[in-house]
């Protein structure tokens, strides 16, 4: 009875170890403190003094030939790996960044495999993906933030352009909750989110509510105005919708929209293009 206890217990700490649907393991490094010093000292060289001299848009030959320089000298440096990478998702060029920002995983999982899960969820949109990203942040570290916002918003979001919207409320809810623990008002964009859960789910009335939320963080938030004015429309109420419509016609000329630092890259879903 005792071994068969024993073969249980190492069977479920085995499964909880791995990463969901068969993904492989990757397995935590830590530096020593003379390590620490010496790809401190490679990065600074051929990252900081090298590399970030140049325009990686007009010279992206010189840019990646000087990070090669720094990983000839050390090839664990997941720093150098994350820069090779990135600037080939701003251009959505997403495999050829992906197989760079790969090996910053391997090298340095704590601080990538969070970012990874992000370029899938927000620029290379391949949604079930990033799930098994971030389902393995949570499941190693819980919930914490990545691109300001949380590992369950990026989960939530994903869900929402499965079309599994239950699922979606249920991450965005817990998102909301965390963020609670630190901050006192809620992100507009987290509310944003759950406005159009309500709103494909046809629950009008709460998704006016999460729109004024979110506007009353962010007056000028010209997309929740316009999916505010479409929900009023659904409900008839034509001359509300009309105002909100005429208040979103009038931010997005002035140029307000998800304001996310990545949104000059890649458009955020549910974000309405200006004409």
Aim: proline share 1%; net charge negative; charged share 30%.
């Amino acid at each position: 009875m005792k071994r068969y206890v024993y073969i249980l217990y190492v069977l479920l700490f085995v499964s909880c170890q791995q990463v969901i649907k068969g993904q492989d393991v990757v397995k935590e490094r830590v530096l020593t403190k003379e390590q620490q010093v010496k790809q401190d000292s490679i990065i600074e060289k051929y990252a900081v003094n090298d590399a970030h001299k140049y325009s990686y848009e007009a010279d992206l030959d010189k840019w990646q030939e000087a990070l090669d320089k720094g990983l000839e000298q050390d090839s664990t440096i997941a720093y150098l790996w994350q820069q090779k990478a990135m600037p080939y998702f701003k251009s959505r060029k997403y495999e050829v960044g992906m197989e760079y920002v790969d090996k910053a995983v391997q090298y340095d999982v704590r601080r990538y495999l969070p970012y990874r899960a992000f370029i899938k969820c927000v620029f290379s949109k391949n949604y079930k993906a990033a799930i098994i990203d971030f389902e393995e942040c949570l499941t190693r570290w819980g919930d914490s933030y990545e691109m300001d916002h949380t590992y369950t918003f990026y989960i939530g979001l994903s869900y929402l352009q499965l079309n599994e919207f239950d699922k979606a409320e249920q991450y965005f809810l817990r998102a909301v909750d965390k963020q609670k623990e630190v901050f006192q008002d809620i992100h507009h964009v987290d509310l944003f989110y759950l406005g159009i859960v309500c709103f494909e789910q046809k629950r009008y009335q709460e998704a006016i509510a999460y729109f004024d939320k979110a506007i009353a963080e962010y007056k000028e938030f010209s997309d929740a105005y316009y999916y505010k004015g479409i929900t009023q429309y659904k409900m008839k109420d034509i001359e509300a919708a009309r105002q909100s419509l005429v208040e979103f016609d009038k931010y997005q000329k002035m140029g307000y929209s998800i304001n996310e630092a990545n949104a000059i890259y890649e458009p955020y879903p549910y974000q309405v293009r200006k004409n």
